[in-house]
């Protein structure tokens, strides 16, 4: 009995809403009114729009209406192709178009090198001893590189290649190639690689004699290559912070002279070493290479290598496996406290010759080397106007000039009297490491 009952109830529910549902009570128009068309006359001439409800004519989707939801408002199709055209050109700025341009040339370099397995301790009834594990082949990505040749010359720093034996690149498309060492040059920490293959992406070689301080400057690189595992390169964006900067090198093993560097507040990180540094118009500037961190990481003073000095390097890399350094002939010592009480100098700093070599540009020059019987001694208190105060301040400004340069010494010697002399120097004979000594 209670069945039969419940299912009377639910037919009768049934038919209740069916029949309500036949005839909704109308709205929008008073009782006893016809709605006219749109744009037609109502009663007192007044032309009545009925409300639409926008899920009923979309198919119960509000937002495919594109008049209401889109951005750029309504209007014909044309109109808003325009406009979304007009909006795409505006985010196509030009660090963007220089990182499409540059980017194809970037290259990851991985270095392969020969690693100790570990060792164990081995013991018997008499004695203990070491006995050390296995060698292997240990692959570690190292930097970053630049293609500025199609015929595979890729330019890196010393520092990246100098911690292995073999050498791979990985081009931004993910193709790898073996690369050849062509020759690097630890002072200007510059190497050059090469691939064996035709029609790669390079860049567009700048210059770096017109820079401007406060001008785009985008860095491109692979940093932390070895976490991140994608060959795409990475682009931070800065300006030039300064030109003609001078960097000392806290690493004691480290015959890198940064000279003459360019400043940026690009982000430069491990792994950026050796990768391009481009102006606005995606046209090659510098060679990424060291950076001023207490925390390891960017802080916004990077320096890159000019591209001028770096392709004038390159050259001579491919030609002789090195550059050609100047050469002065002499060997200078810095004038320490000690030194100047030994000698009787009323004030310490400058740069004493220690060594002329015969028929050196030095020697040619007039300047004495050091000679204690009798005494004399010749002590360089300024080259062209700089006050001196080590002899690493002293072989910076000889280094990274041209043969021929004249450089005006002002000279003081045993008896106080300062000189003026006039140097000029030539092309360093060419040795193992070359110098500018």
Not at 296 to 323: H, M, N, W
Not at 357 to 383: M, Q, T
Request: charged content about 20%; some cysteine.
């Amino acid at each position: 009995m209670l069945v039969l009952c419940f299912a009377l109830g639910l037919g009768a529910s049934a038919w209740y809403f069916q029949t309500r549902g036949r005839h909704p009570e109308p709205t929008g128009t008073p009782a006893g009114s016809t709605s006219p068309a749109p744009g037609g006359a109502g009663p007192g001439g007044a032309g009545v729009v009925p409300v639409t409800d926008p899920a009923a004519t979309s198919g119960g989707d509000p937002l495919a209406d594109d008049s209401r939801s889109s951005p750029l408002g309504a209007g014909t199709t044309g109109e808003r192709e325009a406009a979304t055209e007009e909006i795409y050109q505006g985010r196509r700025t030009a660090v963007v178009r220089a990182a499409e341009l540059a980017g194809p040339s970037v290259v990851s370099v991985t270095v392969s090198r020969i690693v100790q397995g570990r060792g164990r301790v081995v013991q018997d009834f008499f004695s203990r001893w070491y006995v050390p594990g296995p060698r292997y082949k240990q692959r570690v990505p190292a930097g970053s590189g630049v293609i500025v040749d199609g015929g595979g010359i890729i330019l890196t720093n010393h520092h990246v290649v100098m911690v292995g034996e073999e050498y791979e690149v990985t081009l931004s498309d993910g193709r790898t190639f073996p690369a050849e060492l062509r020759g690097t040059d630890a002072y200007y920490d510059l190497a050059v690689l090469q691939v064996a293959a035709d029609g790669l992406p390079q860049a567009e070689v700048g210059t770096s004699s017109d820079l401007m301080v406060g001008e785009w400057a985008i860095a491109l690189g692979n940093p932390f290559g070895d976490v991140l595992k994608d060959p795409q390169p990475t682009v931070t964006v800065g300006v030039i912070s300064a030109l003609h900067r001078d960097v000392q090198s806290d690493d004691p093993n480290s015959d890198a002279i940064y000279k003459d560097l360019i400043q940026t507040d690009a982000a430069i990180n491990p792994g950026n070493s050796g990768g391009p540094l481009v102006n606005a118009n995606g046209q090659l500037i510098g060679i990424n290479t060291v950076i001023l961190s207490r925390s390891g990481g960017s802080e916004g003073i990077g320096f890159a290598i000019p591209v001028d000095t770096a392709v004038r390097v390159s050259r001579e890399i491919l030609q002789y496996g090195r550059s050609r350094q100047i050469w002065i002939g002499a060997t200078l010592r810095t004038v320490t406290p000690w030194l100047a009480q030994q000698l009787r100098l009323k004030e310490t700093g400058g740069v004493i010759v220690a060594e002329i070599e015969a028929g050196s540009p030095a020697a040619r020059a007039g300047v004495r080397g050091f000679n204690a019987e009798p005494l004399r001694f010749d002590i360089i208190r300024k080259i062209d106007g700089e006050v001196m105060t080590t002899n690493e301040q002293a072989y910076r400004t000889f280094f990274g000039s041209e043969p021929g340069t004249v450089f005006r010494l002002t000279v003081e010697r045993e008896n106080g009297r300062l000189v003026e002399l006039e140097m000029k120097v030539d092309l360093a004979p060419m040795s193992p490491r070359g110098s500018a000594g």
